[in-house]
């Protein structure tokens, strides 16, 4: 076996994982586009994808999952440090010898009569002092076409990497699909990601949530420094200037929709512009020569929700991925050899022209909103398109020191009790907004859905170590940002009494993010509430909004006393499952809180 690497931590380390998953031949990725395409041409004839209409969606692929493995599996999700206490009890834990035993057999033969990919990628710019780098084994193609859009892949990174040890070990092999034996494993103590069993994004796409967010975020807390599951985005001023916003939402719940938000008509008008930096993921480090907070966003592509996007919600996101895209479990609309999905328009395939997500002949007259099992595409159905191909991508993309961050948003999607938008008092009390979070779960995660779950900094799932640990690590991060953010609290979602979306959203939620940055830079009051700072509804800008009067801000801006007390009680609970490491800060914010409340 010839290596791309003379790089002998590399190199033993495959000859390991290859001895014991005993591939039929081993094949480095090496970034270059004829190699991509040669892969994309062997996954056609396999079935493994289907090459779409190339006149309408050039460069364009189709993949389906098994029915089984349509979302991240939390309950099998592990973090395996020595000792449990390090994990907490928020994350499952095992031993690590002991997973290891277990992943072991799993693995032995895995890919007998398949091929093992190595492929060497960097979260981040190579080179910049942010990046960090990893290299993914997997017997999958569909996996391999993912990372080349979702990561920065090829022989610069074994080079930037040159004969240090300081890497990321990711193991995933398809397997047989197996719920029963699906594991997402991560050893923080040893850089090491072992996944088997799946074929779904999250699960497998190893840089990812595995590596930028639960490794890396071991790694923030060991080297000072954050990794959050954040879009970025920058506000253009008519004037020119620019503002950095950072915004923690769980898994579908509009980061990739603000993070490319169009301004409204008015706005726009105006001259205001909102540029993507990121819609998933970031990496914040501390500038030593402004004191200021920066981001990276340490992915290059968009491993986005399909259902909902239109030319209306979100038209940067699809003309995103109108080239060069990879769309998952999705309709196949097989007359023009397109595809669809749910909220895209009112024209889907007819019958006898559309394939479901499972594989079956799909009729849309058939669907009904509430029953979930006649949607066309799968309610987590995605795309994986090109960060360089949104139309709204910022030029501070690539850049090697990343953005200056002037506001750290926090949101839910939450029926009641979240106001629309308020300011935390300061870093300490905003940390404690981020740790009492809660939002209802979504498709993103197998399991039940429109359930409240408390889900701290949107990071429940992601910490890669305990997550008391964690709160002290934004505690502690407050003391060393000279010019931290402010930080705030949103919810797009309240309802009325018959359950509708109070709040427009989508674009409009640019109304809400100018408060924000006015408050950023006291251009503009507030009401202390004993929640935090809320806006006077005059504040919100409603020029051109249809259907939203004052009253209407106010109803959304109201501090519910009794829900928030109700809400009180539910956090002691969820604090006291998060145990001893809960910051003794924390305790103290709360009964503030309570305090206020009255
Ligand atoms: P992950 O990729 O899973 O981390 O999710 P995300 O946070 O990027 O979620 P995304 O932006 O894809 O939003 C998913 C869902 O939220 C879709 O169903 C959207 O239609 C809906 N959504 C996004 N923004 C808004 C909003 O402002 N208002 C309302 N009502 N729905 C929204
Ligand atoms: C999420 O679930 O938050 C995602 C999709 O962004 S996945 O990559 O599957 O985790
Ligand atoms: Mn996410």
């Known amino acids: 076996m010839k290596h791309l690497t003379t790089n002998k931590y590399v190199v033993s380390w495959i000859e390991e994982m290859a001895a014991m998953t005993q591939p039929d031949k081993i094949v480095w990725i090496d970034g270059t586009e004829e190699q991509a395409e040669a892969l994309r041409a062997e996954a056609c004839a396999t079935g493994e994808i289907i090459k779409l209409n190339q006149e309408k969606l050039p460069n364009c692929y189709l993949h389906r999952t098994a029915v089984n493995d349509v979302a991240r599996v939390e309950g099998r999700t592990y973090i395996c440090t020595e000792k449990k206490e390090d994990a907490g009890n928020i994350n499952n834990w095992m031993a690590p010898a002991e997973m290891k035993a277990k992943l072991f057999k799993l693995y032995t033969g895995s890919m007998k009569g398949r091929t093992m990919y190595v492929i060497p990628y960097s979260m981040g710019v190579v080179g910049s002092d942010f990046a960090k780098y ?37 193991l995933h092999a398809k397997a047989d699909i197996d719920e ?61 200037e620019k503002k950095y916003i950072t915004a923690a939402f769980p898994s579908a719940c509009g980061k990739t929709n603000l993070a490319m938000l ?19 993921i970031a990496w914040l480090r501390v500038n030593k020569e402004d004191g200021k907070l920066y981001a990276v966003n340490p992915e290059n592509g968009f491993f986005g929700v399909a259902p909902g996007t239109n030319e209306k919600s979100n038209p940067n996101a699809l003309h995103t991925c109108l080239r060069d895209t990879i769309f998952t479990n999705v309709v ?55 960060a360089k191909n949104c139309p709204c991508i910022s030029p501070e993309f690539d850049s090697l020191k990343g953005v200056p961050v002037s506001a750290i948003v926090f949101g839910g999607r939450r029926a009641k009790t979240a106001p629309l938008v308020y300011q935390s008092f300061n870093w300490q009390h905003g940390s404690f907004v981020g740790s009492i979070m809660a939002s209802e779960t979504t498709a993103a995660a197998a399991g039940a859905v429109g359930v409240v779950r408390r889900d ?3 990071m429940r799932p ?116 998060v145990g001893e490491a809960v910051p003794a800060t924390m305790y103290e914010e709360l009964a503030a809180l309570e305090a206020r409340l009255g």
Not at 263 to 269: E, I, R, T
């Open 332 to 386: 196949h609309d097989t007359k023009n050899n397109t595809v669809w999905w749910e909220g895209l328009d009112n024209n889907p395939p007819q019958p006898g022209d559309a394939i479901d997500w499972k594989g079956n002949p799909w009729d849309c007259t058939k669907y009904d909103k509430k029953d979930k099992s006649t949607c066309g595409a799968h309610p987590n159905s995605r795309f994986t398109a090109l």
């Open 134 to 170: 990893g290299i993914e084994l997997t017997d999958s193609i569909y996996v391999v076409l993912n990372m080349l859009i979702m990561t920065r892949v090829g022989t610069n990174v074994l080079e930037a990497l040159g004969d240090s040890a300081d890497y990321i070990k990711g």
């Open 262 to 280: 169009i301004p409204p008509k008015a706005l726009k008008a105006e001259g205001y512009e909102v540029e993507c930096v990121g819609d998933d």
């Open 180 to 240: 029963e034996n699906r594991y997402i494993t991560h050893f923080p103590e040893t850089n090491e990601i072992m996944s088997v069993n799946s074929g779904y994004g999250g699960n497998v796409l190893l840089g990812k949530k595995c590596f930028a967010l639960r490794i890396a975020s071991y790694l923030g807390r060991k080297e000072g420094w954050m990794a959050e599951h954040m879009l970025i985005l920058g506000v253009k001023y008519p004037n020119g």
């Open 456 to 458: 701290p900094m949107a």
């Open 462 to 577: 992601f910490v890669g170590y305990n997550m008391g640990d964690y709160w002290k690590h934004w505690l502690d991060m407050g003391k060393v940002i000279p010019n931290a953010p402010k930080i705030f609290h949103v919810n797009w979602f309240r309802t009325d009494d018959e359950g509708h979306f109070i709040w427009p959203g989508f674009g409009d939620n640019l109304r809400v993010l100018l408060w924000i940055l006015a408050r950023c830079e006291d251009k503009v009051d507030a009401v202390e509430t004993a929640i935090g700072y809320v806006p006077k509804a005059e504040d919100i800008n409603i020029e051109g909004l249809e259907g939203v009067t004052i009253d209407t801000i106010r109803d959304l801006l109201t501090v519910d006393v009794p829900s928030w007390k109700a809400d009180v009680e539910n956090i002691k609970e969820f604090y006291a499952q």
